[in-house]
Structure formats: C-alpha cells, structure tokens
C-alpha cells in the first residue's frame, strides 16, 4: 500500500474575530474564506493520508476544515492560551494531526531530564524547560493492523541572529559542536539553546520506539546540516564514544527522482527552499524517517508554487512550502515493541 504523509506550517490560523500576539493582527470574515479556500486547495493538491499542522491557534475550525476533506480523525495535545487581558488575542500556538486512518495513541512529547540538565535549564519558573509547542507522537492503525508512529513537531524559531551558524556538507560534527557550544557558555542564543533541548529530547523519545516504524513531520525552524538535526538524529551528538548511528533520516535524500533523456552537462538538481527570509531560501520543513523505511520512499515533493509568486508567502496563504513524501508498504504486518533507551 501506498500512504503519502505532509507537514503543512498554515501561518496564523487563527479564525475571526480572534487575533493573534496583538490586537490588530487578525483576519476580517472575507479574508478568512480566502485563506481557508487557499488551504483547502493545498490539502487536496497533497493528496495525503497523513498532515502534521504547525501554526494552529483555532483547532475547531481546522477540525472541521479538515473533516470536511476526508480527514476523519484529528488530534492536538495542547490548546493555543488567549491573553489573561485581551480573551480575542491568542498568545500561543499548537501543531495538529490529521489522518484519514485511525488514530489509536495519541500524547504530547515531554522534555528529557537528563538533556535539560545538559543545557543548564534551572528549576525556577523563569529557567524550566518548556517545550514552545508541544510536539504530536500519534500511533496509526493501517489496514491489515500495521502500526505507523508518527510525530509532529515545530521547534523554537532561530531569530535569525549572527550567533545561528550556517553549516553544510562538509563540516563535521566535531567542527559543529565546537561552535555551538561556544555560543551556548557565552549565552548568545537563548533560542538555540532551546531548540537544541526540544531536539534532544524528541530523539531520547523516539529511540525509546525504535523498533516501530516512525515518521517525523516537522518544521525545525533550522537549516540543512544544522546542529539541531544532528541532536534529532545522531546518536554521535549525544555520546561522542559511539560511532555515526542515525535513528532518523532525511526521506528527501533517499527520493531521486527519474530524469527523462538526461542533459549530459545537466547539473544535479538544487533542494528547494520551503521558506525565505529577506529573499533567501532555506530548507526549515522537513519529513524524517526511520531506517526501516528508506527503501520505502516513492515520491518526495515540496508544494511551493505560492512562494514562488512571493518569495515571504502571504497571511492569505502560507510563508512556507508544504512537503509531502509518499511510502510504498508492503502487506507484511507489524507489532511494535516497545524499548527503554
């Protein structure tokens, strides 16, 4: 069977006559249908099983949106907080799942001890740990009884400050750590530091299931070759004893598209960005995989045709690119079995 899963950031979906941060910041009712009509069209251009939201402040509304799609099973583990002062202005925001299969589990991601301790977070109010959006773990039940973990995520925002390194390819991990970890005793990048501790904490999560068949949507809020997915990721990052061991992998890498009557000077084509700050791309939308699936891995695609119009996205759109990756199962069925890390 084929089962197509996306990661969708719906930027502000927040339903009149509520506003979200401050009080001008809202939709009025025809800007509403234009934006929910736009979202639609989206939903259906994905043609997935399987969406994880980032951005959901009105979770009603995007039930009913998403019912109305086919989506009969919608779950959030959080509910987006309205201001003490002002009961139409929203202060906060939760991620979302979709399924067209059943949901069986469905819970919130809590912070790891151990990783907290690691980043200094304290036990005061002001210095605990958090995480910004409560990330999804939901357990689905495909036909013939498989079971797919899936979890949705939306990592603390990098501020594109001076101190948020830009890696690629060919720095190592040692080389990264170096850097970072600098920034982080200097106390340069309060947001990294916390993404780095969500990061940590999804991967002590997710390896306690790694027998389980896993898939990861997420907006990281983090560039390609980041820091942040090597603590998603690596089991390296987290014991420097132990050898490159991934518990999660890029699916875009393991996708290479057919090319028909290949030009021979023809260069290997570029990843496309799923979001841009101040005119430039940046891959900040990704779906991981476990290991067990990357021979699975049938189709690849980022849906961002509305960015390419205009590169910062529109409230009546989105500001990022939808991505999409499609798994071919085979009819074998599965029983998970549960692991301590």
């Not at 929203?90 to 979709?98: F, G, N, Q, S």
């Not at 690691?118 to 605990?128: L, P, R, S, V």
């Not at 990294?192 to 990861?216: N, W």
């Not at 987290?238 to 598209?257: G, K, M, P, R, T």
Request: positive net charge.
């Amino acid at each position: 069977m084929k089962i197509r899963l996306g990661t969708f950031n719906l930027f502000q979906f927040v339903e009149p006559p509520y506003s979200w941060y401050t009080k001008k910041e809202k939709f009025n009712a025809l800007q509403w249908v234009e934006k929910t009509t736009w979202i639609k069209h989206q939903i259906r251009l994905m043609d997935c099983d399987v969406i994880g939201f980032q951005e959901v402040f009105s979770r009603k509304a995007l039930k009913k949106l998403v019912q109305e799609l086919g989506f009969k099973y919608f779950k959030v583990v959080d509910v987006a907080k309205l201001s003490k002062r002002d009961r139409l202005k929203y202060v906060t925001t939760t991620v979302a799942i979709a399924s067209k299969y059943p949901i069986a589990n469905v819970q919130g991601v809590e912070g790891y001890l151990p990783s907290m301790e690691k980043y200094h977070f304290g036990k005061n109010d002001k210095e605990q740990f958090h995480f910004s959006r409560i990330p999804i773990k939901a357990m689905i039940t495909l036909p013939n009884k498989r079971e797919l973990l899936v979890y949705v995520c939306h990592l603390k925002s990098n501020r594109n400050n001076e101190f948020e390194y830009v890696f690629n390819e060919n720095h190592d991990l040692a080389h990264k750590k170096k850097l970072v970890c600098k920034t982080l005793t200097d106390k340069h990048s309060a947001s990294l530091k916390q993404r780095l501790c969500e990061a940590s904490s999804l991967f002590y999560d997710i390896v306690a299931y790694r027998k389980t068949p896993t898939v990861l949507l997420c907006d990281l809020n983090d560039k390609e070759f980041s820091l942040t997915i090597d603590a998603l990721t690596n089991s390296k990052y987290h014991d420097e004893q132990s050898a490159e061991n991934y518990v999660l992998q890029d699916a875009s890498y393991h996708y290479i598209q057919e090319v028909y009557n290949p030009h021979p000077e023809a260069k290997a084509p570029q990843r496309e960005a799923t979001s841009y700050f101040l005119g430039k791309g940046n891959v900040l939308d990704y779906v991981f995989i476990s290991n067990d699936l990357t021979s699975k891995v049938t189709n690849y695609t980022v849906f961002n045709a509305h960015l390419k119009e205009h590169k910062d996205g529109s409230l009546l759109t989105s500001d990022h690119a939808q991505v999409v990756c499609e798994l071919t199962l085979t009819d074998t069925a599965h029983t998970p079995k549960e692991e301590t890390s």
